[in-house]
């Protein structure tokens, strides 16, 4: 299992919640592996915010990110208005990464107006 650190807003610290699922090689991760981390991790912000709600539908897309050089690898930061949630560090290449994280959330959407 992979632990991932969460804190919501107005909680005065952190707690690390368990996620399941996600293979501990990050090295052998393929895109829908990250999808799954990206999914736990918010699902553990929800966890942590309200225990016994019933676990939401997850939408990847309304919040910030970054992955992070950490040493033994990289770290994955997700920030919403309702908190942060921090996993890692993952034995990946950073630049890598990143790049599944944009395809899983679709990444910046090219627009068409002229300003």
Partial sequence: MIDVDVWVRGASSAVTQKMKGVPADAESWTVADVKLLLEQM??????????NAEPPAVSLHGFSWIVSPEPGGVLVHLELQL???SAGPFAIEEARL?????????????SKLVH
């Fill in 98 to 110: 990143s790049e599944m994280i944009t395809r899983v959330i679709g990444g910046p959407r090219e």
């Fill in 83 to 85: 908190g942060t949630a």
């Fill in 42 to 51: 918010l699902k553990a912000l929800d966890r942590t915010r309200d225990p």
